[in-house]
């Protein structure tokens, strides 16, 4: 049901042709063709319910159209709400049999969240000045993916830091931003605003020649990045919502020093100008944790019910037919975008799930 990609639009925009990879596209127009797929639309999930046998029973929303209360009934729950949104249900789901929020005998449901450890710079590249007119609007992200190489320098322990980080890089003839005018502006080094013929021929010049790199990498678990419920604060439908915390350790910092230093180095490899000066204060150059939105954890996995939420099919350990399908079961954010690996264990899941059902286990 997908097209070739042939850059028909921008793909942050959504994609004209369906060539690019998204959920409705790619599994619920297949899955509603079936017939055996119901999507309850502007249904907010407020709780797993469960019964006197500590069984899920199914899932309690709120009508947001209306406010009024309904629930869906399931001999299986799955959540696959995101990590944070299924971190959420799973503590707002309390009951005198799960008092600290369902599937948290543990202890450990909203800790060890993680996410990309990430920094960026970006550079004028002279060489990219005056290039022809043509169309990019379609290469609306990062369409190249630079893997980390670093392995031997990791297992040594010379870096300061274990795993690494990948490098995406952005450039071209974009759809324009609303400070493309200022940016060329000051690129022309000129003492006022661009106007007329002047203008249009810096634009010419100018327009498409800068461009930046973008590092995500690992991060490592601590114990003091983990989420709770807010005491006081509640969304709009009276729902508890989450309150974050957050520390890097040196670790993430030491990376991002190297990315830092890395980037720069391609940059004027590139005989490109950076314009921005390396900042004393580390922090100062890492995105803050969950901005890069690859946030996972929150419900880890493992191999002992006492420090994890999930055995390794993403089956909570307290609640047999409750299961987590994102990436709240992470025990890790590696180098890699987190979506493939998503689905991978995902559908790992579902072919479990299947499996114990045909055995009549659940």
């Not at 995101?82 to 449901?109: C, D, Y």
């Not at 392995?151 to 759809?175: C, K, V």
């Not at 973008?214 to 969304?235: I, R, S």
């Not at 099919?313 to 992470?330: C, E, I, R």
Request: glycine share 10%; proline share 4%.
């Amino acid at each position: 049901t997908r097209a070739p990609c042939f850059w028909a639009t921008d793909c942050h925009r959504g994609c004209a042709i369906r060539a690019n990879y998204d959920s409705q596209t790619v599994h619920l127009r297949p899955a509603l063709a079936t017939g055996n797929l119901d999507i309850l639309p502007n249904a907010m999930a407020h709780e797993v319910t469960v019964n006197k046998d500590g069984k899920a029973t199914g899932i309690t929303f709120i009508d947001k159209t209306t406010g009024r209360e309904g629930h869906a009934k399931g001999r299986v729950v799955v959540l696959a709400a995101s990590s944070m949104e299924s971190v959420r249900l799973l503590l707002n789901s309390k009951s005198n049999l799960f008092p600290h929020g369902i599937a948290n005998s543990s202890g450990k449901v909203g800790k060890y969240i993680t996410d990309s450890v990430s920094s960026s710079v970006s550079a004028h590249i002279p060489a990219f000045e005056s290039m022809p007119g043509h169309n990019e609007d379609g290469a609306g992200g990062p369409h190249a993916y630079v893997p980390w190489t670093l392995i031997a320098q990791n297992r040594d322990g010379g870096l300061g830091f274990p795993g690494g980080y990948h490098l995406e890089f952005t450039s071209g003839r974009q759809m324009p931003a609303v400070n493309v005018v200022s940016s060329i502006d000051s690129r022309a080094g000129s003492e006022s605003v661009l106007y007329g013929q002047k203008l249009k021929e810096e634009a010419r010049r100018y327009y498409g020649c800068q461009l930046g790199f973008g590092a995500q990498g690992t991060m490592v678990p601590n114990d003091d990045c983990y989420a709770e419920l807010d005491p006081d604060l509640k969304d709009q439908w009276g729902i508890p919502v989450l309150r974050f915390h957050w520390k890097w350790t040196d670790f993430e910092l030491n990376q991002v020093k190297h990315q830092q230093q890395r980037i720069r180095e391609l940059l004027e490899a590139l005989g490109g100008k950076v314009a921005k000066k390396p900042e004393a204060d580390v922090l100062k150059s890492m995105k803050q944790g969950g901005t890069v939105i690859h946030e996972v954890g929150g419900a880890i996995m493992g191999a002992d019910s006492a420090t994890s939420v999930t055995n390794q099919w993403s089956q909570t350990w307290d609640v047999k037919n409750l299961f987590l399908a994102d990436g709240a079961p992470f025990a890790s954010t590696a180098d890699k975008n987190p979506t493939l690996t998503i689905m991978a264990l995902a559908w790992r899941m579902a072919d479990h799930l299947i499996d114990e059902l045909k055995r009549q286990k659940i």
